[in-house]
């Protein structure tokens, strides 16, 4: 069974940076594309950010193109979210999942997520 936990989110200013963490169990980590996505109350989840399982490919979405970068340490099976000029658009819950395509409607489960809060 799968098993993801995320951390690292806590409160940022507007410009600040904040890096996740995400410890994933139960999968071949080293064979899987790990992502990560959010949501906003009221709002459908979104993807974020994709990285294959080389490590050799990542995918952003466009919204944060240029100022997150996803990263992987295959010897410690975690997934990283480094956010950097966060703006208060960037408030959401962050979930990291075992990636198998942008659309939140191919995931079965997601586990708890990190909430991410950016102050104006």
């Known amino acids: 069974q799968v098993h993801l936990v995320e951390s690292g989110g806590g409160l940022a200013q507007t410009g600040g940076s904040l890096r996740l963490s995400c410890a994933a169990s139960?999968?071949?980590?080293?064979?899987?594309?790990m992502g990560w996505f959010r949501q906003t109350p009221g709002k459908e989840r979104e993807f974020v950010a994709s990285?294959?399982?080389?490590?050799?490919?990542?995918y952003y979405s466009d919204s944060v193109k240029g100022r997150f970068t996803i990263s992987r340490d295959s010897t410690e099976n975690t997934v990283f979210l480094q956010m950097n000029s966060l703006r208060p658009e960037d408030t959401a819950v962050y979930y990291c999942a075992r990636f198998v395509g942008r659309s939140p409607a191919n995931y079965g489960s997601w586990g708890r997520g990190t909430q991410v809060t950016v102050s104006s």
């Open positions: 139960g999968l071949t980590f080293r064979a899987d594309s």
């Open positions: 990285m294959s399982y080389s490590g050799r490919t990542s």
